[in-house]
């Protein structure tokens, strides 16, 4: 355990030392302000059931920002080790690979969660400001959060895997973009093709983001996405491992 805390704390230190993290914090909380403005300025408009808490999870401001951030956190993670060496000492160190593995996908982990906390003074504001609650209860906070916790530590592991399989950043940020994009994407075909079968509408409605995040904004839990998440969360760790231990075996 020591081993991984050291790690772990490698990985968070690289990143906050770079200007990187606080180049996409600085993006992120541009948009995600603009974002809520937006949301509480349509909202003013005339009576609704949507709460300011769906608002601000359910527009293309929030997607856009959300889907963005994957490429951009992880395409150096293994990457950028692999192109300056110094995979090579860690490699040879008396580490584990799987907590090589685990430390780099854990910190990029708490870095994106440092990196959503500040939105949740967004709410905090809102309610000193008008003395109403941004949500029904207390459960849209948690359910919204939550989602986004579980989307992010599956779409970040497929960062870590995406990493691992090239040498260069651009190729691998490409590729995170790309496969998440995907994923993002299937959830929409119930949208974009009124004739999809009943079974894939189900499986489209079950998995899709936007339609999760409506849910669980509004406090109501589905067990069937945690499973998914955090099922394909293990499943990509696990593939981002066998690629680092087949480089080892290569080098």
Same mark, same amino acid.
């Given at each position: 355990?020591?081993?991984?805390?050291?790690?772990?704390?490698?990985?968070?230190?690289?990143?906050?030392?770079? $200007?990187?993290?606080? *180049?996409?914090?600085?993006?992120?909380?541009?948009?995600?302000?603009?974002?809520?403005?937006?949301?509480?300025?349509?909202?003013?408009?005339g009576p609704t059931e949507v709460t300011?808490? #769906?608002?601000?999870?359910?527009?293309?401001?929030?997607?856009?920002?959300?889907?963005?951030?994957?490429?951009?956190?992880?395409? @150096?993670?293994?990457? #950028?080790?692999?192109?300056?060496?110094?995979? #090579?000492?860690?490699?040879?160190? $008396?580490?584990?690979?799987?907590?090589? *593995?685990?430390?780099?996908?854990?910190?990029?982990?708490?870095?994106?969660?440092?990196?959503?906390?500040?939105?949740?003074?967004?709410?905090?504001?809102?309610?000193?400001?008008?003395?109403?609650?941004?949500?029904?209860?207390?459960?849209?906070?948690?359910?919204?959060?939550?989602?986004?916790?579980?989307?992010?530590?599956?779409?970040?592991?497929?960062?870590?895997?995406?990493?691992?399989?090239?040498?260069? +950043?651009?190729?691998?940020?490409?590729?995170?973009?790309?496969? *998440?994009?995907?994923?993002?994407?299937?959830?929409?075909?119930?949208?974009l093709n009124g004739h999809v079968g009943?079974?894939?509408?189900?499986?489209?409605?079950?998995?899709?983001?936007?339609? +999760?995040?409506?849910?669980?904004? @509004?406090?109501?839990?589905?067990?069937?996405?945690?499973?998914?998440?955090?099922?394909?969360?293990?499943?990509?760790?696990?593939?981002?491992?066998?690629?680092?231990?087949?480089? @080892?075996?290569?080098?």
């Amino acid at each position: 355990m020591r081993v991984f805390w050291t790690l772990w704390k490698r990985e968070v230190a690289s990143a906050f030392l770079t $200007p990187m993290a606080w *180049v996409i914090l600085f993006f992120l909380l541009m948009v995600t302000g603009f974002n809520f403005y937006a949301g509480v300025s349509i909202l003013n408009h005339g009576p609704t059931e949507v709460t300011v808490v #769906e608002s601000f999870f359910n527009t293309i401001f929030f997607w856009f920002a959300f889907l963005l951030l994957f490429p951009l956190l992880t395409m @150096r993670l293994f990457s #950028e080790e692999y192109r300056s060496g110094t995979i #090579e000492p860690l490699m040879t160190a $008396p580490v584990r690979d799987s907590q090589v *593995v685990l430390a780099k996908f854990f910190g990029v982990l708490f870095l994106y969660c440092v990196l959503w906390s500040p939105t949740a003074i967004y709410f905090l504001i809102f309610w000193w400001q008008t003395h109403l609650t941004a949500a029904g209860a207390v459960g849209a906070y948690f359910g919204a959060y939550l989602l986004l916790l579980l989307m992010g530590m599956f779409y970040l592991s497929i960062g870590c895997l995406c990493s691992s399989l090239s040498r260069h +950043q651009i190729t691998a940020g490409v590729m995170t973009f790309s496969i *998440v994009a995907l994923f993002f994407l299937t959830g929409l075909l119930t949208f974009l093709n009124g004739h999809v079968g009943a079974l894939m509408q189900g499986i489209t409605i079950t998995f899709s983001p936007i339609d +999760q995040m409506t849910q669980f904004s @509004r406090g109501i839990f589905d067990t069937r996405p945690i499973v998914w998440y955090l099922v394909m969360t293990g499943l990509s760790l696990f593939l981002t491992l066998q690629a680092f231990q087949a480089r @080892r075996w290569r080098s």
